[in-house]
């Protein structure tokens, strides 16, 4: 257990590297105006908790920063959320009081006002494909040997690709197909359209469609797409703006992995509802280790869609990005409640 003093001098020492990005000293702790004590007796408790391992003492400076351990303690124990500003819930409303078509364009617009309010990374997870299910699917020929496929899902995204179409298919069989697709994959999750085009539908089109191999391809290369979780990212380079990321090579490795949507769902996907903090080596994943991965999910009747996610230096706004994290992810549940009720 730590002291009242101890708690209070742990607290300013994060509060104050979080504002400044440089190591703080004991004469610096003494002139806030919540500290009462002499720089003497501050000195000796932040030997106290650097040997607790809340703080630690860079080379060749006098000051301490906190550990990763300190900042733990700080989110769990000693930070109160602060209330955002008139500015920044009238940038948060601006986007999602916008008149979408589709869901996408709101979390597209999402991603871009969480990282410019934060200046961090922010990453924005899509309505995830577990949970989205087929409302509709449209095969539109748009010649002799090409068509466009358009896939509505139940939260609204709206997605169109053009696919090589078997160039002897009569309209009959093509309105065959669509009906039969409909008819059976109405309401099923995105992730399993391919094992009921594999079982059940390959059956349908093999006693209605004369080209039926050649339609089960084209609609396998369509669903596949859909197995991967959607990723927005709003400010990428951000973190280039941050003193602790001046490490070409360590960026260069954080940028990389920007470029792989299928780590960055894994690694951002949160593992229940409501908002996570993972701070340094928590976060498990070496590249990541001086960053801090907060996430919060948005949802529709209870059930987890989606999660926005930021990514930052471990010397986080901890108490403003969680309230920011907090707001955003509520409205979205929201908008997205009241759209869903709109277009079910």
């Known amino acids: ?70 900042y733990r303690y700080y989110v769990d124990h000693l930070l109160s959320p602060t209330k955002l500003t008139k500015g920044e819930v009238s940038d948060i409303e601006s986007v999602l009081d916008h008149r979408f078509n589709e869901f996408e364009q709101l979390i597209k617009q999402s991603a871009k006002v969480l990282s410019s309010l934060t200046s961090y990374t922010s990453i924005v997870l899509g309505p995830e494909v577990f949970e989205s299910t087929l409302r509709q699917i449209q095969l539109i020929p748009i010649s002799s040997s090409q068509a466009v496929v358009i896939i509505v899902t139940d939260t609204g995204h709206v997605e169109s690709q053009t696919v090589q179409f078997p160039g002897d298919l009569e309209g009959a069989e093509l309105e065959k197909v669509v009906n039969i697709l409909n008819d059976r ?100 994943f070496e590249p990541f280790d001086d960053c801090t991965i907060i996430t919060a999910t948005y949802s529709l009747d209870g059930n987890h869609m989606g999660t926005v996610g930021i990514l930052g230096p471990t010397r986080m706004e901890y108490p403003r990005v969680i309230s920011i994290m907090d707001y955003l992810s509520k409205d979205m549940t929201k908008i997205l409640t009241a759209w869903h009720q709109k277009n079910s």
């Open 1 to 70: 257990m730590l002291t009242e003093r101890q708690l209070l001098i742990l607290k300013a020492i994060v509060d104050d590297y979080i504002t400044n990005a440089e190591p703080v000293g004991s004469r610096s702790v003494s002139k806030r105006d919540e500290v009462s004590y002499s720089p003497a007796t501050i000195r000796n408790e932040m030997s106290d908790l650097e040997e607790l391992g809340f703080l630690e003492k860079p080379h060749s400076s006098a000051g301490r920063i906190p550990s990763q351990k300190g």
């Open 185 to 284: 994959l109405r309401g099923v999750p995105l992730a399993r359209l391919q094992d009921k085009l594999s079982v059940e539908i390959s059956t349908l089109l093999k006693q209605y469609v004369n080209q039926y191999e050649s339609m089960l391809k084209m609609l396998g290369e369509v669903f596949q797409t859909h197995q991967n979780e959607k990723v927005f990212y709003g400010g990428k380079t951000n973190i280039l703006a941050q003193p602790e990321f001046n490490n070409v090579e360590r960026v260069r490795n954080i940028l990389n992995i920007f470029e792989e949507d299928t780590l960055v769902s894994k690694l951002f996907r949160s593992e229940g509802n409501g908002l996570t903090i993972k701070i340094g080596e928590e976060n498990r």
